[in-house]
């Protein structure tokens, strides 16, 4: 079944959907028919948590007419909280990390300008979007939050200051390899291509909730090790 990221009341009784981008992908894309089901879900703090199904009615040019039929519980959500403190890296390759790490079910992504790191800024209506598309696909009950880009300091000090369990992926580390943890909500860092600068890992070192972690024999792209390390956290 389709899913839709519903911004309105997704158990409302008559839905009307005139927003032009999603009448197209409803109409002409998918070319749904009157009669077909779809699931609307929404991150509102009364909604989230449920999948609201819908049945067209009518569907023209301009708008979509739905009737609301159940509202069913959303179970796919991870029952750990993890937050991903991703390096910068090149667009594509962090445009990946973004559909992926809301795939395995990723709560915040929050990007980080270290000094390897390839690229300096986001297209953040572009990388909203592409969370919003991989959300809807993976069947989450909510879109992880992209919080703006912070300098590797900032960053430290943002997980420092959280008081949460942080698990620092470093080249250099041979012994300690990540697996899965029992906290319910924990931050994990990523390096850029290249790794973490010296003065980097000293930091890191330096805080006493950051452990050190490996992720194991092989040398990853930092997109993979986002992924492998953030699946194993959250399902591990």
Known sequence: MHRFYFTGQPDKEITIIKDR????????????????????????????????????????????????RERIENTREPSRKLVLYQSLIKKDNFEWVLAKATEIGVSEIIPVLSARSEKKTLNQERCDAILKEAAEQSGRALIPKLQNVLFFEKAVEHARVSSVKTYFAST??????????????VNLFI?????????????????QNFEIVSLGRLTFRAETAAITASYMLLWG
């Open 21 to 68: 981008a999603m009448v197209h992908q409803m109409r002409d894309v998918l070319r749904l028919k009157k009669s077909d089901k779809i699931a609307f879900f929404s991150d509102k703090s009364e909604y989230v948590g449920y999948d609201y199904i819908v049945e067209i009615k009518g569907i023209e040019t301009g708008s979509v007419t739905f009737m609301f």
């Open 172 to 185: 250099a580390e041979k012994e300690n390899m990540i697996r899965g943890v029992g906290e319910r909500v």
């Open 191 to 207: 390096g850029p291509e290249g790794g973490w600068e010296e003065r980097e890992e000293f930091a890191a070192h330096r805080n």
